[in-house]
């Protein structure tokens, strides 16, 4: 796995279609090189509090590397 990837989605989201997402999440987890990092709430479209922690947690150990 050579990517860092940081993916987070909103169980809720209105935006984009659940099938897109679906494929998205099925092609970083298994047919990608991505080293994936993944969150999944149940919030809609949106950065909330946890995501954005989860977020800034990743970018530091991906700095530190």
Do not use: C, M
Not at 19 to 46: C, F, I, M, R, V
Request: no cysteine.
């Amino acid at each position: 796995k050579e990517f860092p990837v940081f993916l987070a989605h909103g169980e809720n989201d209105r935006i984009i279609p659940s099938d897109l997402l679906t494929l998205t999440w099925s092609y970083l987890e298994n047919n990608s090189q991505a080293n994936l990092t993944k969150h999944k709430g149940p919030e809609g479209h949106g950065l909330t509090q946890e995501s954005a922690e989860k977020l800034n947690t990743w970018v530091k150990n991906q700095i530190s590397q």
